[in-house]
């Protein structure tokens, strides 16, 4: 010890192993020159650069305690209201009494002098709270967030209790940003909410012939997560065919007819690449034929399910893992009057269409084709 004390310059200070002593090593304190000030403070923020990473991390894997909650509490709004929908679309008005209770007609023919009743005050704010037609199960919500316009439930894809894992209320607002990162309750989270595209407005009586709904991927198991599931073989989608997805005025039910994996950059393939994301209304046979040839070429799996222009349709768009910038798409068909949707059967397609990335990042041979009759889509001259 004593060569050990005789090595040590005769500057050398007894480090302060007090709280107060740790602080003023971490923190900037009176009597540091800028040097070290500068120094804490740079290690301050890459600390707490740090943390908040971690947060991120930990909230995209395992989700918090007020998504899980919050999850619940909307699904227990939408799912526990039994009123019938005329009591929310024309709520009750109290009628004033009248000043003169009893009044001679005027026309003093049919002798009639009973009461005459008051219209009723249509400029109550009440009667016309919510949209005409609303379905009961929407008032709730409605009241809470008036920028709701549907719900999306898939049955029977759920956890060990029964609960399913995609059963959340659907948003649109007048852009497709700002419910990335804002829940239902419009605070800004990471896991933001399900909203379908700004681009067609949905109402009582018009909207897009294919509405297109995208949800985050978070790794809690939320939101749209659990799409991905139907990756894994044709008994699974056999199984969970059917999407329930109700407009705040109807309630319908939707049959898969595929899903597939694709790129959003143009240099992720060696063909166009395929913007579903964009295709709305089909105008025409050569867009329905685009859009659905398209779904038909990169779908995992293949039925026997028909599809037409005249049908409606949803595509639930969420991101991917395989490669970067990528997505997977679920796209259902709306059911027909009086159609059986258990008549159909489904397929494992041997060969489904994926971005040249995938196939070069996975060591794979990209296929060389022209894509499903491009012919079609060749700008006219």
């Not at 500057?11 to 740790?22: F, H, Q, V």
């Not at 929310?88 to 009248?98: F, G, I, M």
């Not at 990471?190 to 985050?216: E, M, R, W």
Request: charge should be negative; proline fraction near 6%; include cysteine.
């Amino acid at each position: 010890m004593a060569m050990l004390n005789e090595l040590r310059p005769e500057s050398y200070e007894k480090r302060d192993r007090s709280i107060k002593g740790r602080l003023k090593e971490l923190l900037p304190w009176k009597g540091d020159d800028t040097k070290e000030i500068v120094r804490k403070l740079i290690y301050l923020t890459a600390v707490a650069v740090l943390i908040y990473s971690f947060y991120g991390v930990w909230e995209y894997r395992f989700g918090t305690s007020d998504l899980h909650e919050s999850k619940d509490d909307l699904s227990n709004l939408y799912h526990s209201t039994t009123d019938s929908p005329e009591d929310l679309s024309q709520p009750s008005v109290t009628q004033p009494e009248a000043e003169n209770p009893v009044q001679e007609n005027p026309g003093g023919s049919s002798g009639d002098n009973s009461p005459q009743t008051p219209a009723a005050d249509v400029s109550d704010p009440e009667a016309s709270k919510y949209p005409e037609g609303m379905l009961s199960q929407f008032k709730a919500l409605y009241d809470i967030n008036p920028e709701i316009i549907g719900w999306l439930t898939i049955d029977g894809l759920a956890d060990s209790d029964g609960v399913n894992y995609i059963d959340y209320p659907v948003m649109q607002t007048d852009d497709n940003d700002y419910y990335l990162d804002h829940d239902f309750y419009g605070e800004e989270k990471a896991y933001g909410a399900l909203f379908a595209d700004h681009n067609i407005k949905v109402t009582k009586d018009s909207g897009p012939q294919n509405t297109v709904i995208y949800g985050h991927n978070m790794g809690a198991g939320t939101y749209f997560s659990h799409l991905h599931d139907y990756k894994k073989r044709v008994s699974f989608i056999k199984e969970h065919r059917l999407v329930t997805y109700s407009t705040l005025w109807e309630e319908n039910q939707y049959i898969i007819i595929g899903c597939f994996l694709t790129g959003i950059r143009e240099d992720q393939d060696n063909i166009p690449i395929f913007r579903y994301h964009v295709c709305f209304d089909f105008d025409n046979l050569s867009e329905f034929d685009y859009w659905y040839k398209n779904v038909l070429y990169r779908s995992y799996y293949t039925s026997d399910i028909p599809c037409s222009i005249e049908d409606e349709y949803i595509t639930l768009s969420t991101c991917s893992t395989e490669i970067y910038d990528s997505r997977f798409v679920v796209v259902a068909r709306k059911l027909r009057e009086g159609e059986d949707p258990w008549q159909y059967e489904y397929y494992s397609n041997p060969n489904p269409r994926k971005p040249a990335a995938f196939y070069e990042a996975y060591g794979m041979a990209v296929p060389k084709d022209d894509g499903p009759d491009y012919e079609y889509y060749l700008p006219e001259e």
